[in-house]
């Protein structure tokens, strides 16, 4: 069985929490991940919500306020409240200072002035003000005293200093013997304001009903009501902020993609008019997963490559294996030559003796060995053919290593800076490299050993597949289609860019766009369920306040765009709200009033001035309400009307308190606690004897007393008449109304009570032994006769049994139908 709620609470993001994960676990599969979305971002926003030490698990009571300087409170005034469900009331005629001490308290509360009854900041104007002070003083300071109900030892002290320019708020936290100041930029103040806004502790009736003049009004003011609000603004702002992040990614994505594709067209064209071979087309797939971008770049031959600005002729490696080829040639018929192992010098010098000994008459001594004889010359001569093949061995290798730079180190170097950055062939490059370096560097005789033995070692190293590949890479590194790829790399990185900082947010855009769905329909579902419960609570209190009319509510929902309101009469007929006098829209208006005083974070409730334009029977209905909310919290009502206290007294709990508000001369605001009537008639008319009774009491002064206390056994007997009274239906309560109006004398009074209370009741029985204390001695017909008529002093003598026994009078009618 499901309990229907008494109040209505402020939503908090932990029970939204709650409510998402509800949802989340019947979801259906294609939903999954939209309500994992919403899930995720409530958790966060609950996790990093402002610090709610101030809010949560709190119910804070009112015990004490003191004003100093604000509006009308210009010396220092003061008013201590039960911590406890109670009802305080402060009465006083209009201009007494009992705005300013509601207004005082919210001021506190709100850390501002000049804001709404439903939190819309007021426009300056010639009835409203940001500046609160009175009689413009520097600065006027307000101290609002809280206990937490839930546990006494935690307490909050907040002081509200109220300047030209705007208020300066800073409290004291005492928790369990821990002491916290909390400055004025205190991170718990968020907190503590979503929640003073969502269930306002102080509600000024007469300015609430000023601000309802719009539909639009109306809506405000009934979602502030449903206490969701904060919540689910602040959780709506989250979503909407996600989602227009997610397509914002998405359309980025989407528009680099379209300008990558259309720079790539461009350069694919370009290449295709040059004549570059295989420019196939790139398919623009919509991926968000990193496997698939690598597979999409892989497929498509995208990669970093460096434009270079160096030309290497297509057959650059055939041209230098070639000159390998042609340098290991050259330096094989040097070595085989028959004198390779004489040096050229050495041979070209035997060259030149050969020449020069033609024709001429030979030596007998050898030139070279020194062995006597003429044989040398002819062996000499002989040998020439050998020494010529080496001679021109030798000339053709040096001129071939000759050509080293033009045809090896210049070439080398630039296929090595031409080959991409990111090559794979990094130690075939180095070898490449070092090989070059070490043959540029030697600048010897072009047949030194060393230069010999470098140009080998590069000759081998070329003829090698590595090399092929490092020469082929070069080549295409710098041919027209590299340019191209290039191209089409210049055109796709930006886009890669973009994808990879937007892809994660891009990729749940789909998904966001279904959580937006999905949390309208779930806040619009809220918000039906909020707004039954709270028209479950505001029905009864508008029926018992428009009982005798017979006017209630038949529906209240509030939904996101717009508010409905409908009234029906008690033939349930609607009944247009423009059509109800003044006093049933009060009626109407209180109704939300008196749901949102028994919510939220506060155990007390101050309601200013509730009874604005309401007859009897209303102010009697509200009166029955207001001692019913105060059952269950501290309830402070300010009122000018003296017939609501009265009916508050009919219906109060044992916790009551009456302040008679007024001010003394120079502004200054008086609280003077405040008996019932009858009371203070008695008490008035003790002053009076005593008084009397040592100046020496006349006739007149006989008479007044007694006047006096026929009018306190009036004042009771009104008492009991509205206590007796109020239960009862509507036309029957004015019916009697108008009955005991007509019963214009105590006695008559009586004679009405003896008539419409059964013999056999209680009641009846409690009302005659009451009665028998003022008539078995005659008392009430001397008190009927000193106000009915003018006979004779009574006598002085009898003056003070009379008043004790007025005062049991009246203490007995006081307890009677209780």
Known sequence: MTVQPTTINEFSLRELVTDLEAEHVGAKSQDVAAWDLLVNLAKTLAADSDDDTLVRGRRWMLTRLSAHGFRGAVEPVAVNFDAHPSLTVLHGENGSGKSSLAEAVRVALTGTVGVAAFGVEQKDGLWNSNDHRSRGIPSSEIVVNLVDDHDPRCRLTITARVHDTGVERTAVLTDNGTVTPLASDAPEWSAWGHAVLANPPVLAYAELFNELRTGKELH????????????????????????????????????????????????????????????????????????????????????????????????????????????????????????????????????????????????????????????????????????????????????????????????????????????????????????????????????????????????????????????????????????????????????????????????????????????????????????????????????????????????????????????????????????????????????????????????????????????????????????????NQALVITTHDGRFVEYLRVHAPSAFTVFHTHRTGNGQIVLDPADSPWLTVLTHADRLHKMGTKAGLSDAGVRDIESLLRMAADAVLEALFLRLNSPQPAPDRLAARSEFDDAMTTKDRIKYFRRILPTTAPARGDFDRACHVITKDGYLDRWSDATHSTPGAGSPGDLPDQLIAARKFCDAIDKVGR
């Open 220 to 631: 405000t003011w009934l979602t502030r009501c449903l206490s969701i609000d904060v919540a689910t603004k602040l959780f709506d702002t989250a979503v909407t902020n996600a989602q227009t992040e997610a397509k914002s990614a998405h359309d980025r994505i989407k528009y680099a993609r379209q300008q990558a594709q259309a720079s790539v067209e461009s350069a694919d064209a370009a290449a295709i008019a040059d004549e570059v071979g295989n420019v196939t087309a790139i398919t623009w797939d919509e991926f968000y997963e990193e496997d698939e971008r690598d597979a999409w770049i892989a497929r498509h031959d995208l990669q970093k490559r460096v434009r270079q600005h160096v030309e290497l002729p297509a057959d650059q490696l055939e041209q230098l294996m070639a000159w390998a080829q042609e340098f290991k040639g050259r330096l094989s018929d040097f070595n085989s030559s028959a004198a390779s192992e004489l040096t050229p010098a050495v041979i070209a010098q035997l060259i030149h003796l050969d020449q020069a000994l033609a024709g001429k008459q030979a030596h007998d001594v050898c030139p070279v060995c020194g062995t006597p004889g003429k044989e040398w010359q002819k062996h000499l001569h002989a040998r020439m053919p050998d020494f010529d093949a080496t001679r021109i061995a030798t000339e053709a290798l040096r001129r071939h290593c000759r050509l080293r730079t033009t045809r090896l180190v210049d070439p080398m170097r630039r296929v090595i800076a031409t080959l991409p950055a990111t090559s794979e062939s990094g130690s075939v490059r180095d070898t490449a490299a070092a090989l070059t370096d070490e043959i540029a560097a030697i600048s010897a005789d072009e047949l030194d050993q060393r230069l010999l033995l470098a140009l080998t070692e590069w000759s081998d190293w070329v003829a090698t597949d590595a090399a092929a590949e490092l020469i082929t890479t070069a080549i295409n590194s710098a041919d027209r289609r590299h340019q191209w790829l290039c191209e089409r790399w210049d055109a796709v990185e930006p886009y890669l860019d973009v994808w990879n900082r937007d892809r994660a947010d891009a990729a749940i855009a789909v998904s966001w766009n279904t959580a937006r769905n999905r949390w309208n329909k779930h806040l619009n579902g809220l918000r039906t369920a909020r707004s039954q419960t709270f028209s479950d609570l505001v029905a009864p209190k508008v029926a018992a306040l428009l009982a005798d009319v017979g006017l209630k509510v038949d529906s209240l929902e509030v939904l996101k765009g717009k508010s409905t309101l409908e009234i029906v009469d008690s033939a349930g007929l609607p009944v247009d709200l423009s059509h109800l006098s003044a006093g049933q829209r009060n009626a109407l208006i209180l109704g939300p009033v008196l749901v949102a005083a028994e919510g939220g974070l506060f155990g007390f409730c101050i309601l200013d001035d509730p009874v604005h334009a309401f007859d009897e029977f209303r102010v009697d209905q509200l009166a029955a309400t207001m001692t019913s909310i105060a059952g």
